[in-house]
């Protein structure tokens, strides 16, 4: 008998057998070797990231963000403070180890259990973080925990005006997936934003990789690294 192909087989993605959701990440201390990520706590956190943020004196890293800039202790105190008690986003603070202090934020957010996936985002680098290998280690500590829970992809999303953060998702291992146009509106202005991600079967390689860049005999006395971060050109021979 001739087969009719107007019934023929759909193509669908392949199968997964034994999915199940998985646990949302918790709310708990990420430690690594120059960071340590603690949940956003506005009491103990906030006088420290105030300060360290009020040395951006042109406000300049607020200029992507959805809130900010703060120029009020009690405005910062009271914006921490609500973020604090989120679920998702899922804010962390991060604690530069060298320095002993407060320097940053990051957040787990739409968080999809039953599909495997999260964005990583509000990541706010003051000054004294940006360039250095606590920046790095705390986006390495985040991604580590989301494929650990048995997640299936990680995202990352900017405005896609936003180089720096452009150049940030590729040196950490994402892939460039396009350009969502006009899909916000944020501080009065359209945004096109750019979608990046790392998917699970990627994970191994670049994993392997952060932990060799961040191991302490990579670093000089002044906290320079010896050799790059190779991530980029794995994460290309990953996809392939």
Known sequence: MQRDERYAPLPVGPPLPGWTPR????????????A??????????ADQLFDAFAAD??????????NGPFH?????????????RSRDPLFFTIVDRRLGRATGLASYLR????????????????????????ATDAMYLMMK???DLGYRRYEWKCDA??????????????????????????????????????????????DAE?????????????GRQRTTLAIAALAAAARM
């Open 72 to 84: 009020e202790r009690a405005a910062f105190h009271e914006w921490a403070e609500s973020r604090s």
């Open 145 to 147: 925990t989301v494929f």
């Open 111 to 134: 968080i999809e259990p039953a599909h495997g996936v999260i964005e990583v985002g509000h990541i706010a680098f003051a000054p004294a973080l940006q360039r250095t290998a606590a």
């Open 36 to 45: 340590r990520l603690e949940p956003l706590d506005a009491a103990a956190h």
């Open 23 to 34: 646990e949302e990440p918790p709310r708990q201390v990420m430690d690594g070797t120059w």
């Open 57 to 66: 004196k042109t406000d300049r890293m607020w200029t992507y963000m959805f």
């Open 161 to 206: 005006l936003n180089a720096a953060s452009r150049r940030a998702a590729l040196r950490l291992g994402f892939s460039f997936e396009g350009i969502f146009r006009q899909a916000i509106v944020y501080k009065g202005r359209s945004r096109d934003t750019a979608w990046y991600s790392v998917v699970d079967r990627e994970w191994p390689l670049l």
């Open 210 to 222: 952060f932990r060799r860049w961040l191991e302490p005999a990579n670093f000089d006395a002044s």
